[in-house]
């Protein structure tokens, strides 16, 4: 196979592991902070990615319009559903946690389907089908957007959480808790507008991949699983792990289509999260305990 | 009025013997013949599951006038899962259904024939083609669509008659798949009658197997193009023909022909609505109706009564195969006399029906249970539509091939 016929084929699948590092980020960013895992996180992506189909259905809006709206909704809706529901299970057994995140994650994938019933929907925006050529190298428009978009978001997270006094009372949370409480801290409030900026990640993350791919009400736990994936091989509450897995889970596929078939996408990205298990369980970029 | 203890017990007993036997009781008396019809209408394939729906809900009134039968469709949903299929058949069976009728998908119709076998209740596939289907001996199978093998052999024999036409003579092909079971026999037959089909020109350079719910086909396209093949030897389903011939736009492909020698997807109404014009042009070399027959005249008046939005050329293969196999049922129905199930069965295999939709000869099977006079027909999609353009004496406009650059469409 040519260079030019790989560097297309791995270009493509840095683009996609840049979206996939977004999605991942609110997840890890979740469990960095509160130490709760979203096990409705794909879930609440595919809410965001209906949102967008929604939006372009009925007015025609870009999704690129609609990021910061669903982002600003997401906010509220990942604040409340902190406060509301997560925030007493906060000091309960995991197993506690599970059953009631996966009790939301079965809601919102049956909501949808009463909803928007069992079809898969898509946006063609009009630049959907354009490409740039540069040289002999062919680069998916919407794919350069869609990582361009993903790489900003993140940027802007990393900034609120390093430069912000805002944000460094959340990293004071997540690094010593009984400290944050004695100097005064409001936790609770901490916590859920974590859970919010997670939750704002996962829809810019839907509304970016909307234009990706199809949405079904069952696309929702495929993403819960990938997240997962990326999360643990970059390390669970690592913001920078969480970014590199997604990277890393992108060009795997795209590399095991390559060198190994196409159908056997996924069996690299689960090979190499055995590897991590086995070799570095806190993940590449996480801390151990 | 008082029972005592064994009074009771026997009554009990008679009772549970009448409610047991019920089921087996109205099943051979019932006048109107229940049709338990399996498809998937939700999922993946769910597009074509409810453009098969179509088929199953014109043919009653139809089947009436033609066989005096009255048809009950019992609808369930197989939801594109091989498991789900194998439990609604169970299902429509205990509710009362004394034939099933399906379900577009080859694993789906491997797991509804076991059902039907264990049960003693007959299936008519309208749609499905693994080879395996009809090789198991079953005795109340029964398939009115070819097997991969028949689907391949007429398809590639098209794309010598569409060479001919066109006076092409492409050189190398690269084959693409869905790895689903309806893909793997697809690719196995085309592994075993290609190499022995020496008047075809071309060499299949690589072969490329995909998920059919893959989300993304950009690494396969890429692969594809690093081929550099002439043309795309494509058996896909519906929503992965969609996203193949957007991502070949997207990497400024233009092969010579997108062809498949008889998969679905590319003739598809919803095939045309996502892609526009980026969906002419391509081939599908599959059964098909017959556009001059007096059946299709009728199915058309009932569909387009059934439904004014839409048109039967963009369900053809799809209704006419799911009418067909309706139509099937109530004839062995009306010739068994009955609705037991191994009396109907044993009506099928004496089946018999020369006036038919789809092109081929009469609607016959043989021990296996198969039909094997099924024929196809080359449609090339032209303007937004499916239209024949071989063989010569059903063709409706001249094939085009090499087809025209992405960048040169409309």
Redesign the interface.
Known sequence: ??V??VL??VL??LL?GLVYGLMALGLSVIYGVVRIVNFAHGELMAVAMYAAVVAFATAGIDPLWMLLPVAGVFFGLGYALQRGLINPFIHRPEHAQFMLLMAVALILVNGLLVVF????L?V?VDY????Y?LGPI?I??VRVICASVALVACAALFAIFRFTAFGKAIRACADNLLGAEVVGLNVKHLYAVTFGLGTACVGIAGCLLSM???VTPNSGPAFTLLAFVIVIIGGLGSMVGALAGGVLIGMS??VA??LI???A?SMLSFALLIAVLALRPQGLFGRSS | MSFDRRQFNQASLGLGTVAAAAPAISRAQTRALKVGVLLPRSGVQAFIGQSCQMGADIAPEIVKQLNGVDIQLMNADTESNVEVARSRAEKLINDGAQILVGPFDSGAAIAIAQVAEQRKVPFVVNIAAAPQITEQGYKYTFRNFPTSVDLIRNGLALYRDLFQATNAAPRTAVFMHVNDTFGQANRKAIEAILPRLDYLPFKVLDTISYDPAARDLSVEVAKAKATKADFIMLVSRLNDAILLVRELVKQRWSPQAIMSPGSPGMYEAQFYKALGKYSDYCISNVPWYDPKGALTDRVEKAFNKAFPKDKLMYHALNVGFTFEAILIAADAFKRAGSADGTAIADALRKTDIAERMMLGGPIRFDAKGQNTTLASACIQNRDGKPVVVLPKASAQAAPVYPVPDWSKRG
Do not use: F, H, W
């Not at chain 1, 019933?117 to 898969?120: E, L, S, V, W």
């Not at chain 1, 959907?128 to 490409?131: E, N, P, R, T, V």
């Open positions: 196979m040519s030019d016929a297309n084929i493509s699948g996609t019933g069992p079809d898969a898509s063609q959907s089908l354009d490409s050529a062919i998916d428009k990706l791919g199809d596929e795209a289509g390559l078939t196409p159908s996408k």
